[in-house]
């Protein structure tokens, strides 16, 4: 890694125009800048040379202060989540109290081993018993042990972690006895096998991997789609009209108040029948561990309940062919009408995981960091707060773009030069009032947004990216612990 004063970006033509003067000299008489080379230990095989760096002695202590401060604020999100893994263990402990547990046979005393010793010894027809050396009870024991099998722990809600709840689901969710749930169901609705996946979906508050079960639809039996676009990114999907020889509507189930399209909050009552069903029938499994299904009728969500902290969201999506995204009914920040209940907004989460993923493991999540610190900022400025996580991870992948095509070195920044170059490109779309999603270019994000609350957010984003003495003090502010901090995401009202 590069130290962290380094805040200019070398390329190859500037190393080739640049004539730097001689190594072996450290200071120059006619300027006050010194100049350092990287050590071998830095230097990777694909490089044919070892760049000369340019360090500015006043912006040495400055820089190393704002990366300080941006430490600070990650210890403090970090903090926060150590408290809810601290809520999880008071919950386990419960659990332990509440079940009960096996019960084991205790050793036998000394005295009684001796008292049988010696009644042996007297018998007439038994002869003594001969001790045994220590060395062969050793290697029996080594033995016994080699022959042993590896003890299978069974799944409980004590020892039930995150991980190993994830591995669940996905086997439950692969399971035969559920596959047949998804095709026979008397709402006529054909499910694809659901996608297990971890990630920051479209609706969340928070910067934080969230688990969520993608529920795949791929047609209502004996029907073809139909589906109207209002909008880029949305879809409407609309039903057959009722055969007048039948008497029975088939569809009237799944039907919206206009009975005309698919009902988003219907459909979405329609897949508890599917999944009771299927969770009913994986019971006479080799599960020792199975979920209680949870629906709340009146926010319309649909989730699988391990335990009290451990859940998983059930999201029901519209699959088209595989050329398209999927289609969701979560609605998206910005959306077209939060409150409508026929359209299907289009869910990326899948593609923006394996991008951010790989990203991550070439700059060891610093971009990541980068993005919570920044989001962190916008919600403690009332004139940023209209910013979601949505809008600053399709701003960090447009970085990620530009970053990658024009920087040989991109993945060697620092932290604090990250969160820089996310709030120029954030200033330079809060500019153009226009943020074109990553996936779909013609989807504006700000479009939504009114052109008053536009021109509000330029003067802090101005204010960050220029004004570093202002930085300093919005990074100390955030890394303060203040009481109401941990609470603040939970007071959002469920709008979906």
Not at 18 to 38: A, C, E, V
Request: proline share 6%; with cysteine.
């Amino acid at each position: 890694m590069l130290p962290s004063s380094y805040t200019r970006r070398l390329r190859t033509r500037d190393l080739i125009q640049r004539n730097f003067p001689d190594i072996n000299r450290t200071t120059s008489k006619s300027s006050s800048k010194t100049f350092t080379r990287l050590g071998l230990k830095d230097a990777r095989s694909t490089h044919l040379y070892l760049p000369t760096l340019l360090r500015e002695n006043t912006k040495i202590n400055h820089i190393s202060r704002v990366s300080g401060q941006i430490n600070l604020v990650l210890e403090r999100l970090s903090h926060i989540d150590k408290k809810q893994e601290e809520e999880e263990a008071v919950y386990k402990r419960k659990a332990n109290a509440i079940f009960l547990k096996e019960k084991r046979d205790t050793p036998i005393p000394p005295q009684k081993l001796d008292k049988q010793h010696s009644r042996m010894s007297l018998s007439k027809n038994v002869g003594k018993l001969k001790p045994i050396k220590e060395k062969k009870e050793k290697k029996e024991k080594k033995e016994k042990k080699e022959k042993q099998p590896v003890p299978i722990i069974k799944d409980t809600p004590e020892n039930l972690t995150r991980e190993r709840m994830v591995v669940l689901a996905r086997t439950i969710m692969k399971d035969k006895r559920m596959s047949t749930c998804y095709k026979r169901n008397p709402n006529r609705i054909e499910i694809m096998q659901p996608i297990v996946c971890e990630g920051t979906p479209a609706w969340t508050h928070e910067v934080k991997s969230e688990v969520i079960i993608i529920v795949p639809i791929k047609s209502l039996r004996y029907t073809k789609w139909k589906y109207s676009s209002p909008e880029i990114g949305y879809i409407e999907i609309n039903l057959p009209n009722k055969n007048p020889r039948s008497k029975i509507d088939t569809y009237s189930p799944l039907r919206a108040d206009d009975e005309i399209h698919l009902s988003s909050s219907k459909l979405n009552k329609a897949l508890v029948e599917v999944f009771m069903e299927g969770l009913r029938v994986t019971k006479f499994g080799d599960y020792s561990l199975l979920p209680e299904l949870n629906f709340d009728y009146l926010n319309d969500t649909l989730e699988l309940v391990f335990t009290k902290h451990l859940k998983i969201p059930l999201v029901p999506a519209i699959f088209l062919s595989a050329d398209e995204p999927l289609y969701v009914i979560k609605p998206n920040l910005p959306d077209l009408d939060p409150t409508s209940d026929t359209l299907f907004r289009a869910c990326f989460l899948v593609q923006e995981e394996n991008i951010l993923r790989k990203i991550s493991t070439t700059d060891h999540g610093l971009r990541i960091d980068a993005l919570k610190v920044i989001h962190t900022l916008c919600k403690q400025d009332w004139r940023l707060q209209t910013l979601t996580v949505f809008h600053l991870k399709n701003v960090l992948m447009h970085d990620i773009d530009f970053e990658i095509d024009h920087s040989p070195r991109w993945q060697r920044l620092t932290r604090d030069i990250c969160v820089q170059s996310i709030l120029k490109r954030l200033l330079y779309f809060v500019k153009k009032e226009n943020l074109p999603h990553f996936f779909q270019t013609n989807l504006n994000l700000f479009k939504r947004i009114p052109v008053k609350t536009l021109r509000f957010m330029q003067t802090p984003l101005e204010r960050l990216v220029s004004n570093e003495p202002q930085l300093m003090r919005d990074l100390q502010r955030a890394s303060r612990n203040y009481e109401d901090s941990d609470s603040s995401s939970e007071s959002d009202e469920d709008w979906w």
